[in-house]
């Protein structure tokens, strides 16, 4: 073990106390907006995507209250509303131009809280403010809800709240991160490298959303001190099953497919004098759900699985419940494996027979893929089309070298004493993929697109019709315990992932 291995070792578990504090605190803040009323300064949707704003802006005021950067101005919003803040060692004798530029990113936003479920199937759970007593919680609840959790006398190593582990404590972790990075920057910690971390906004509804942003309007004409070399996401990278704080380096690309039934509106006691786009449109559903459990037009991938395709979201337009409806809008989630399109996903749902069958009897039909129109807690409209593409980083690139170094550094000797079962940490690194999705797929773009300078030093990755720069991703959190009620994070995970971040640099800049 090296003498920087020891310290960043040191100082992770010095500050886990801190990363404990700013971790709960971002959780919470919703709680101060949601039941207040909107003419007092409420917001019942804050935190959710494009409501990140009162969370971003105490994370700035805490960034550099700690020390996360070495000038107030090295922090700020740009004008999409990502929080960024930039660490580096000046005095290095390393060129900017000829720096190792590193990206963290981990998004700000959360899904909705469902607060009285917490409260009422937890016993003693709030989304906001976590444990509120211990005496009340429901403990087989959680275990039959959770994907994993440890044995009740570690529970004291948890932190309960939405967002905790998607992904607010890889957001956590990037703050106390770059804070390590500054203090040991003597020890050599920053030497010819560029640490730019981001807080980005409207993952959750609009995935990549923030890094897009960056490749269409930050990275054009820009030099090679702003491009990145390599991306850690710090998206949770746990599985109940195989582990926690994985090294991912893939996962499936995702779209929308929005499908639009047009009838004909009457009464309900004369449906013959219709065309009900609801019994249509249930009809397209079914056959999609039949083709996909047959696995009809889906591709399968050995590292990153197969490709999926479900009913997500709907909304009906119907005069009133004794009518056939007007109008049926739903819209299929589609998980885009290797070889897979988005072209070809649409084209297979626009082939179903029912869609045909619908179109035959006199009902409109279609088959688009939607553009994201809202607006972030800035006021900017990217207006991407909702086609998020998928990416994989090849084990032997040197990042996912670097990574695998970087944990049997200063990961390895922190998990010891763990039990290495199921979705408790591992000594040695676990090289593997997400299931869901991730900020990831807002990096690719298009091979022919030559409007950012890539030198080969950056390294960056071809796959088929996109490039992007290396990605991986380290972050606390197991994915099953997402998007749940009575979602938590360990912070023993937390805590190996500050290590992790503030130690990465040195090792793939060296």
Same mark, same amino acid.
């Given at each position: 073990?090296?003498?920087?291995?020891?310290?960043?070792?040191?100082?992770?578990?010095?500050?886990?106390?801190?990363?404990?504090?700013? #971790?709960?605190?971002?959780?919470?803040?919703?709680?101060?907006?949601?039941?207040?009323?909107?003419?007092?300064?409420?917001?019942?949707?804050?935190? #959710?995507? &494009?409501?990140?704003?009162?969370?971003?802006?105490?994370?700035?005021?805490?960034?550099?209250?700690?020390?996360?950067?070495?000038?107030?101005?090295?922090?700020? !919003? /740009?004008?999409?509303?990502?929080?960024?803040?930039?660490?580096?060692?000046?005095?290095?004798?390393?060129?900017?131009?000829?720096?190792?530029?590193?990206?963290?990113?981990?998004? +700000?936003?959360?899904?909705?809280?469902?607060?009285?479920?917490? @409260?009422?199937?937890?016993?003693?759970?709030?989304?906001?403010?976590?444990?509120?007593?211990?005496?009340?919680?429901?403990?087989?609840?959680?275990?039959?809800? $959770?994907?994993?959790?440890?044995?009740?006398?570690?529970?004291?190593?948890? $932190?309960?709240?939405?967002?905790?582990?998607?992904?607010?404590?890889?957001? =956590?972790?990037?703050?106390?991160?770059?804070?390590?990075?500054?203090?040991?920057?003597?020890?050599?910690?920053?030497?010819?490298? =560029?640490?730019?971390?981001?807080?980005?906004?409207?993952?959750?509804?609009?995935?990549?959303?923030?890094?897009?942003?960056?490749?269409?309007?930050?990275?054009?004409?820009?030099?090679?001190?702003?491009?990145?070399?390599?991306?850690?996401?710090?998206?949770? *990278?746990?599985?109940?099953?195989?582990?926690?704080?994985?090294?991912?380096?893939?996962?499936?690309?995702?779209?929308?497919?929005?499908? *639009?039934?047009?009838?004909?509106?009457?009464?309900?006691?004369?449906?013959?004098?219709?065309?009900?786009?609801?019994? !249509?449109?249930?009809?397209?559903?079914?056959?999609?759900?039949?083709?996909? /459990?047959?696995?009809?037009?889906?591709?399968?991938?050995?590292?990153?699985?197969?490709?999926?395709?479900?009913?997500?979201?709907?909304?009906?337009?119907?005069?009133?419940?004794?009518?056939?409806?007007?109008?049926?809008?739903?819209?299929?989630?589609?998980?885009?494996?290797?070889?897979?399109?988005?072209?070809?996903?649409?084209?297979?749902?626009?082939?179903?027979?029912?869609?045909?069958?619908?179109?035959?009897?006199?009902?409109?039909?279609?088959?688009?893929?939607?553009?994201?129109?809202?607006?972030?807690? *800035?006021?900017?409209?990217?207006? &991407?089309?909702?086609?998020?593409?998928?990416?994989?980083?090849?084990?032997?690139?040197?990042?996912?070298?670097?990574?695998?170094?970087?944990?049997?550094?200063?990961?390895?000797?922190?998990?010891?004493?763990?039990?290495?079962?199921?979705?408790? #940490?591992?000594?040695?690194? @676990?090289?593997?993929?997400?299931?869901? +999705?991730?900020?990831?797929?807002?990096?690719? =773009?298009?091979?022919?697109?030559?409007?950012?300078?890539?030198?080969?030093?950056? &390294?960056?990755?071809?796959?088929?019709?996109?490039?992007?720069?290396?990605? !991986?991703?380290?972050?606390?959190?197991?994915?099953?315990?997402?998007?749940?009620?009575?979602?938590?994070?360990?912070?023993?995970?937390?805590?190996?992932?500050?290590?992790?971040?503030?130690?990465?640099? +040195?090792?793939?800049?060296?």
């Amino acid at each position: 073990m090296s003498t920087l291995d020891d310290k960043v070792l040191a100082l992770a578990a010095q500050y886990r106390p801190l990363a404990q504090e700013l #971790l709960a605190e971002v959780v919470r803040i919703p709680a101060d907006y949601v039941d207040r009323p909107v003419d007092d300064g409420g917001d019942p949707s804050c935190g #959710l995507s &494009n409501h990140e704003k009162p969370r971003l802006e105490y994370l700035m005021k805490r960034i550099v209250e700690i020390g996360a950067v070495r000038h107030a101005d090295d922090v700020g !919003f /740009d004008d999409y509303g990502n929080l960024v803040w930039t660490v580096q060692d000046p005095d290095d004798g390393i060129a900017p131009a000829d720096k190792r530029v590193i990206y963290l990113d981990g998004h +700000s936003d959360t899904v909705k809280a469902l607060r009285p479920a917490w @409260r009422e199937k937890t016993g003693g759970l709030d989304s906001y403010d976590g444990l509120v007593d211990a005496s009340k919680i429901d403990r087989d609840f959680l275990r039959k809800e $959770l994907g994993h959790l440890p044995p009740d006398d570690e529970w004291e190593h948890l $932190l309960f709240g939405r967002g905790s582990a998607d992904q607010l404590g890889g957001v =956590i972790a990037e703050v106390v991160a770059t804070k390590i990075l500054l203090e040991l920057q003597s020890e050599g910690s920053l030497r010819g490298s =560029i640490v730019r971390a981001y807080a980005t906004v409207c993952e959750e509804d609009n995935d990549g959303g923030g890094p897009m942003y960056l490749m269409r309007k930050v990275l054009p004409g820009a030099g090679p001190e702003l491009i990145p070399d390599v991306v850690i996401l710090s998206e949770g *990278t746990g599985d109940s099953a195989k582990g926690a704080l994985g090294i991912y380096r893939g996962q499936r690309g995702r779209m929308q497919i929005e499908v *639009t039934v047009t009838g004909r509106s009457c009464h309900g006691s004369m449906p013959w004098e219709g065309l009900n786009p609801l019994e !249509f449109g249930g009809a397209i559903i079914a056959e999609a759900a039949a083709k996909y /459990d047959a696995r009809e037009g889906f591709l399968d991938d050995p590292f990153l699985g197969h490709g999926t395709r479900t009913a997500s979201v709907a909304t009906l337009d119907s005069p009133s419940d004794c009518a056939v409806p007007d109008r049926f809008v739903f819209r299929f989630d589609r998980r885009l494996t290797i070889g897979e399109s988005p072209e070809q996903a649409v084209a297979d749902v626009e082939a179903l027979s029912t869609v045909a069958k619908a179109r035959e009897a006199g009902l409109e039909v279609e088959v688009a893929v939607p553009v994201y129109d809202q607006a972030t807690w *800035t006021g900017y409209e990217l207006g &991407n089309p909702q086609v998020y593409m998928g990416w994989v980083t090849p084990e032997d690139h040197p990042a996912i070298v670097a990574a695998t170094t970087t944990y049997r550094g200063v990961v390895t000797p922190a998990v010891s004493e763990s039990s290495e079962e199921k979705g408790a #940490l591992r000594r040695e690194p @676990r090289v593997d993929r997400w299931i869901f +999705s991730t900020d990831g797929v807002g990096f690719p =773009i298009p091979v022919e697109d030559e409007s950012i300078a890539i030198s080969d030093q950056k &390294n960056w990755v071809t796959s088929g019709t996109v490039k992007h720069p290396a990605m !991986f991703g380290v972050g606390p959190g197991i994915e099953q315990n997402t998007h749940k009620i009575g979602e938590c994070v360990d912070l023993r995970e937390l805590q190996n992932a500050i290590a992790f971040m503030a130690r990465f640099p +040195s090792v793939f800049a060296g």
